[in-house]
């Protein structure tokens, strides 16, 4: 009993570490400390415009887009993958997020990840995200260092929210965010 009253703190130091060890419990535990650390996303002061919105795209019905398509329209791209915490971890926030906004913006979940892996992945978690392979690389001011990325994209073509890691997407701010686009209209838009 001397024992454990004087190594409570390294037994449960040990324990914690071999949590983390074990792949079937370390997973879940990055995703949650990935969802406790996540913050809101903030807009960026200086505005990038896209330089094109020339990029093709398919679904995971086979379909060719184009993402054009979105050109004048309020998008939101995010690049994930089914293996990284940090993606899952958002991934209930743009649930959340599409369901609201999902016929007023358009939804970009992009992926490299194997088509089998996407699906049992979305069926799991009972998400009906709109996710695309890139058929070609992305425009130069959508690409990032790491995962998950994510960029929101006015109407006009501008960036105002590009951010790298987990970020808070279904907040009150965010959403605000989102209406604020929604209102204004689109003129002058360079972007190819």
């Known amino acids: 009993m001397k024992f454990l009253k004087k190594h409570w703190a390294n037994l449960l130091l040990l324990m914690l570490i071999v949590v983390l060890i074990i792949p079937q419990t370390r997973l879940p535990i990055r995703i949650f400390v990935n969802r406790l650390?996540?913050?809101e996303p903030s807009v960026l002061e200086e505005q990038?415009?896209?330089?094109?919105?020339?990029?093709?795209?398919q679904d995971l019905s086979g379909r060719k887009i184009n993402f054009s398509s979105s050109k004048g329209k309020v998008a939101l791209v995010n690049f994930w993958a089914t293996w990284c915490a940090p993606c899952i971890a958002e991934m209930p926030d743009f649930q959340a997020l599409?369901?609201?906004y999902g016929k007023k913006v358009d939804f970009y979940f992009v992926t490299n990840d194997k088509k089998q892996n996407v699906e049992r992945f979305l069926q799991e978690n009972e998400y009906e995200?709109?996710?695309?392979?890139?058929?070609?690389q992305a425009p130069k001011k959508l690409i990032g260092q790491a995962l998950p990325a994510t960029f929101l994209i006015d109407k006009k073509g501008n960036?105002?929210?590009k951010e790298f890691g987990t970020a808070d997407w279904n907040s009150e701010a965010m959403r605000k965010i989102l209406d604020q686009?929604?209102?204004?209209?689109?003129?002058?838009?360079?972007?190819n």
């Open 129 to 136: 995200l709109p996710v695309f392979f890139p058929l070609q």
């Open 98 to 100: 599409y369901n609201d």
């Open 48 to 57: 990038p415009a896209i330089n094109t919105y020339q990029w093709s795209l």
């Open 159 to 161: 960036i105002v929210i």
């Open 37 to 39: 650390l996540s913050f």
């Open 181 to 191: 686009l929604l209102k204004t209209t689109s003129s002058g838009n360079g972007a």
